[in-house]
């Protein structure tokens, strides 16, 4: 039986194994949480932006795994940089009693990507701190936004507050979904977190009215992805930041979604022309192959909230991460992705607006680079999507009305027709 078994998992017909898709999805409702309700697809393959099914039948990933997936599935630069590392012996996770080349030089490469934060401090570089998952390095930006606000504004410790948005998403974790506007993130998972002010999302006399001697930090998505792909209103991150510097706060930005060349531009902040104290980013880090996230700050603010002890991570920026980071970074700048984000979105927004004044269904469409939502009228974005899966097309809803089209930002224009084509046959075709 357990030979049987390893020659299954070595000869599968395509992809890690032949267990059939019944079987595969089976597997998961029988020993899995039920936490997300997903396509009936079961990938197999995923090179590029296409995704395949155990029958061959390819699919055009128009998510890109919420932006993890920036330079495509299994980008060669990546998938080689892992597999030498594994090969060379020094991919493994190693103590932080002491120190490794690829975690150095990755967070030395990252310091230098990101123009200088928080210049109010000084222009004395940047410092990351590296962990896992996105929602990890959020925490971290809320924990130097408190100690500054403890430290460096007199503030009571216990007493910090920071604003926040409705509709924000910045992970799952119990401090994160202290302050989520959705009722399904936080409901029966109290005691909740406290220190977080909620206000309207672009909104900026909300957000003065809501600062008080106890207001240390504001963390915004400078592009809302979960909350709707909602963009904000011109003006409202510079305000933001005149209204950080007017108080002594610090500004966080959360580019987990929108940052890394998505919307147009290497970061999204860069289209407001604003520089956040501190910044967020994850996802499309590593190119999608391992957990990587970072926070990054003016080294004065880094090296005032974290000390020996203070922070820590047994597999934050460990070798086989740090490794697939510089890789990913260096994908980036090399093939132009931003530029191709910008080029390739203006096309796709262009048609879709296009296609929106002959729908019945589409309310409003809205979006940057290759950050783009498709809003429908009923408030069934999901059937929409599934109607797009049978026509060999990922996609899903966002806040329950918006279609997200957030395709990897080398899709070609080949790959856009065959988008549109899709779309044109669920939202305009009778």
Not at 28 to 37: I, N, P, V
Request: charged share 20%.
């Amino acid at each position: 039986m357990s030979n049987a078994l390893l020659k299954v998992i070595q000869d599968p017909i395509i992809g890690f194994s032949c267990f059939s898709d019944e079987e595969i999805i089976g597997l998961e409702d029988a020993f899995g949480a039920h936490h997300y309700s997903r396509l009936q697809v079961v990938v197999r393959e995923a090179k590029g932006s296409w995704i395949t099914d155990i029958n061959g039948k390819k699919y055009l990933d128009c998510l890109a795994a919420y932006s993890a997936a920036n330079p495509g599935h299994h980008h060669p630069k990546i998938v080689n940089a892992l597999i030498s590392a594994l090969h060379g012996n020094y991919g493994s996770v190693i103590s932080n009693v002491v120190y490794t080349d690829p975690l150095g030089l990755f967070l030395s490469k990252m310091a230098k990507f990101v123009p200088q934060l928080a210049p109010r401090f000084g222009h004395n570089g940047n410092k990351v701190l590296p962990k896992n998952g996105g929602v990890e390095s959020v925490e971290t930006a809320i924990k130097m936004s408190r100690y500054y606000g403890y430290k460096e504004k007199g503030i009571p410790d216990g007493k910090q507050e920071i604003i926040v948005f409705d509709n924000n998403f910045h992970g799952r974790m119990i401090t994160v979904v202290s302050f989520s506007s959705s009722p399904k993130y936080r409901d029966g998972f109290g005691p909740l977190t406290p220190g977080f002010v909620s206000v309207e999302f672009g909104e900026l006399k909300a957000v003065e009215k809501a600062i008080n001697k106890n207001t240390c930090g504001i963390l915004v998505e400078p592009m809302q992805g979960e909350g709707g792909m909602r963009i904000p209103p011109p003006g409202f991150l510079k305000g933001l930041r005149e209204l950080a510097d007017r108080h002594d706060l610090l500004l966080m930005f959360d580019e987990i979604q929108v940052g890394l060349g998505r919307t147009g531009k290497t970061f999204c902040f860069e289209h407001d022309q604003v520089v956040p104290d501190g910044l967020i980013l994850g996802k499309a880090l590593s190119g999608g192959l391992i957990p990587l996230s970072v926070f990054i700050t003016n080294a004065r603010l880094m090296d005032l909230a974290f000390q020996i002890g203070s922070d820590g991570s047994t597999f934050g920026g460990y070798p086989l991460a740090c490794v697939a980071g510089i890789a990913a970074l260096e994908v980036i700048q090399e093939e132009k992705l931003p530029e191709s984000a910008a080029r390739q979105g203006e096309k796709l927004m262009s048609r879709i607006m296009k296609m929106a004044e002959r729908s019945d269904h589409i309310k409003e469409v809205r979006g940057k680079g290759l950050f783009i939502g498709i809003e429908v009228k009923n408030q069934n974005a999901m059937d929409f999507c599934r109607r797009l899966l049978d026509l060999g097309l990922i996609a899903n809803d966002s806040h329950g009305h918006t279609i997200r089209i957030s395709p990897p930002l080398n899709i070609s224009d080949h790959e856009i027709d065959f988008l549109m084509e899709g779309l044109e046959k669920v939202l305009v075709t009778k």
